[in-house]
């Protein structure tokens, strides 16, 4: 007998949504027929692959260990069925959505943008905040592309180091310091920036390679929300020279030489493998390369 490979495709969604319902939604089929569709693939597997536990549905081991295979063949099945085609700019109809630093969203939003309007008039771009934790977003096609200092950790994503910031010390305008050194940095009032609310960072490591420990006063989950309280106090922040940029003339900031031998922070350009043949979204990677080149962002470092 062959395996109908159509429950390869409602087994996803199941395993996806983690419920009946939501991938009959997702499938747009009802949901008596879903229930009976998951009643063939207990049929096929021996498994129940979902149980109830309570009003919640949870996947069993086995369902858990073959989630990521499943979902990996269904998105290469989808891919051979749909060739790449030649993209029409002008007619280009679609919604991307764009996960980034909030610096690099003030300081490359604007000419990304531009161009985008300029070659696809009717394509429109949602920027989102970074999350304050991982997510599944780019899996799950809630999010296009997404911008950050680290790659996937997931085998279905793909990344590309797009750039690299150096790390700069921010103070006030009229603050006393000219130049620093390691001491007098660890013993300066630190804001550090971190969405997750972590007081720690980098920067902590190399100061203790030193003996040194510096105090850090209180951390924000934005580079915007750190330089707005260095500029209300005696205080430093530590962040990549480009997200500085963005914000300086305006805060009445100005930076500093980091007095420690720190790597430079790369930028990662992340996007889920079932885009690699879209020539739209590879025409927005392009977009997003020389947007960040416009806005001065260093290539990446070499190694």
């Given amino acids: 007998m062959h395996p109908d490979l159509n429950l390869l495709i409602a087994l996803d969604a199941l395993l996806e949504e ?15 027929a879903m229930s009976r569709t998951l009643s063939r693939i207990r049929r096929a597997t021996g498994d129940q692959i979902l149980v109830r536990a309570g009003r919640d549905m949870l996947p069993t081991p ?8 499943v979902h990996t063949l269904v998105e290469e099945a ?21 996960r980034c630093h909030d610096a690099l969203t003030d300081s490359t939003g604007p000419a990304l943008l531009a161009a985008v309007r300029e070659d696809a008039p009717a394509v429109r771009l949602r920027f989102l905040a970074e999350s304050a934790a991982d997510t599944e977003d780019l899996r799950l096609g809630r999010v296009d592309l997404e911008l950050s200092a680290s790659e996937p950790r ?25 130049a620093l050194t390691p001491t007098s940095y660890a013993s300066a009032d630190h804001v550090t920036v971190s969405r997750r609310g972590r007081l720690r960072d980098p920067v902590d490591d190399a100061l203790e390679a030193l003996g040194l420990a510096r105090r850090v006063v209180a951390s924000a989950p934005t580079t915007a929300a750190a330089l707005r309280m260095v500029a209300a106090g005696d205080l430093m922040s530590a962040v990549p020279m480009v997200l500085a940029d963005a914000g300086l003339a305006a805060a009445g900031l100005r930076t500093l030489p980091l007095p420690l031998d720190l790597p430079p922070v790369p930028l990662v350009m992340s996007w889920h493998h079932r885009y690699e043949g879209d020539p739209a979204h590879a025409w927005l990677r392009a977009r997003v390369r020389e ?13």
């Fill in 154 to 178: 997931q085998q279905d994503l793909r990344s590309e180091v797009v750039g690299s910031g150096t790390l700069v010390a921010v103070v006030r305008a009229d603050h006393p310091a000219v």
């Fill in 18 to 32: 983690r419920g009946v319902g939501a991938a009959a939604d997702r499938l747009g089929l009802s949901q008596p």
């Fill in 62 to 69: 086995y369902a858990e260990s073959v989630r990521d295979q």
């Fill in 78 to 98: 989808q891919a051979l069925l749909r060739p790449p085609r030649a993209v029409e700019l002008a007619t280009l109809d679609r919604t991307f959505t764009l």
């Fill in 291 to 303: 947007a960040l080149a416009g806005a001065g962002v260093p290539g990446p470092a070499a190694d």
